[in-house]
């Protein structure tokens, strides 16, 4: 359903899928409005399908100055912001959730990823075409929860080399597990192997929430 969330910069134009109570319940964050990106990109669509058969609440929004949404494109801290408004709200909706992940694309994973480390609720994290080569990412070494990093192989901004660096990187770090799926041939934002892409989703949450639709 469509919803409209108190933001910092005014109104949040979101959509919402309301699973049972109990629930596990999932943010999902979308790539640049620069490049186009919208609540509605079709990977994010993706991962909310995904969520959403696996018996999550998920909540996906627009950004500030994207569709319905108020405010201008801040290039970080303001969309971090309306990502921590839109957190409060889905936990808000349903206090028996008994997980909360976050998710994104690209700048929506980096963004994902600063709220991770801002909200100690968090318990997974999905990143899917993780910007490293544009975003400093050194605040996310160590990483608090276990999560899952997906790319493309064929990625045309981030070269996969560069996910490899940040898995060795990770790797380190033992007391956390991160994996990382690549989805071969894929771009970007997936767009020819949004199948593929979904199968990968669906698969580590099977594996790793718990309370999940089969």
């Known amino acids: 359903?469509?919803?409209?969330?108190?933001?910092?910069?005014?109104?949040?134009?979101?959509?919402?899928?309301?699973?049972?109570?109990?629930?596990?319940?999932?943010?999902?964050?979308?790539?640049n409005t620069v490049h186009g990106g919208t609540m509605d990109s079709k990977s994010v669509y993706t991962l909310y399908r995904a969520f959403a058969r696996k018996g999550f609440s998920c909540l996906r929004i627009n950004f500030r100055g994207?569709?319905?949404?108020d405010g201008r494109y801040e290039g970080g801290e303001g969309e971090i912001a309306d990502a921590a408004a839109a957190l409060?709200?889905?936990?808000?909706?349903?206090?028996?959730?008994?997980?909360?992940?976050?998710?994104?694309v690209s700048f929506g994973a980096w963004i994902?990823?600063?709220?991770?480390?801002?909200?100690?609720?968090?318990?997974r994290f999905i990143?899917?075409?993780?910007?490293?080569?544009?975003?400093?990412?050194?605040f996310f070494a160590p990483c608090p929860v276990q999560g899952l990093i997906i790319h493309g192989k064929k990625d045309e901004r981030i070269p996969y080399e560069d996910i490899k660096k940040m898995q060795i990187t990770l790797a380190r770090y033992k007391a956390v597990r991160v994996d990382?799926?690549?989805?071969?041939?894929a771009d970007?934002?997936?767009s020819q192997h949004l199948v593929d892409f979904k199968a990968a989703v669906e698969k580590y949450i099977t594996q790793?929430?718990?309370k999940s639709a089969a």
């Not at 409060?88 to 994104?104: A, I, P």
Request: proline letters at 8%; a negative charge; one cysteine or more.
């Open 1 to 31: 359903m469509d919803v409209i969330l108190n933001g910092p910069s005014g109104k949040l134009e979101g959509r919402f899928h309301n699973a049972p109570p109990n629930a596990p319940a999932v943010l999902l964050l979308h790539p």
């Open 208 to 210: 790793t929430s718990v």
């Open 188 to 190: 970007h934002l997936f």
């Open 66 to 69: 994207v569709g319905r949404s």
């Open 180 to 185: 990382f799926h690549a989805v071969e041939e």
């Open 127 to 138: 990143a899917a075409a993780l910007p490293v080569n544009q975003y400093d990412f050194t």
């Open 88 to 104: 409060d709200w889905l936990q808000n909706r349903d206090e028996t959730n008994n997980e909360c992940w976050v998710g994104g």
């Open 112 to 123: 994902s990823l600063q709220l991770l480390m801002r909200r100690p609720e968090i318990s």
